[in-house]
């Protein structure tokens, strides 16, 4: 079917920047939304950043200004530029793609999660 592949997560001191990266491949015939979410331990999984196929976008408060997500239509892929980290950024960050998909011939529609790509800010 779908698959997206995260990359980009590592370990970073406060005030630093990461890049995080998710392609999508398969049977896709287009994708409406795509967005990045995180989930830090003991907490629930949260919305950080979302943009549709138009380019709208919307983000977290907890993130306005500090992070910007972009997309490559042409490449089935998002991007999510982290800057300013902060220790609280800490979290499993996931990939979130909604497909229009080709199985069988027919076109379904599915929501698509990435294994998720570890940030780790330190103080």
């Known amino acids: 079917q779908v698959q997206l592949v995260e990359s980009g997560g590592g370990l970073v001191q406060a005030g630093g920047s990461l890049r995080l990266s998710c392609a999508a491949s398969g049977s896709i015939f287009s994708i409406n939304a795509m967005g990045w979410y995180r989930q830090a331990p003991g907490k629930q999984r949260e919305l950080v950043a979302a943009i549709r196929s138009g380019g709208s976008t919307n983000y977290a408060d907890s993130v306005k200004g500090r992070f910007t997500i972009s997309r490559d239509n042409g490449k089935n892929t998002v991007y999510l530029q982290m800057s300013s980290l902060k220790p609280e950024d800490t979290a499993v960050y996931y990939c979130?793609?909604?497909?229009?998909?080709?199985?069988?011939?027919?076109?379904?529609?599915?929501?698509?999660w990435g294994q998720g790509t570890q940030v780790t800010v330190s103080s």
């Open positions: 979130n793609a909604d497909v229009l998909f080709v199985r069988d011939g027919y076109r379904y529609r599915d929501d698509f």
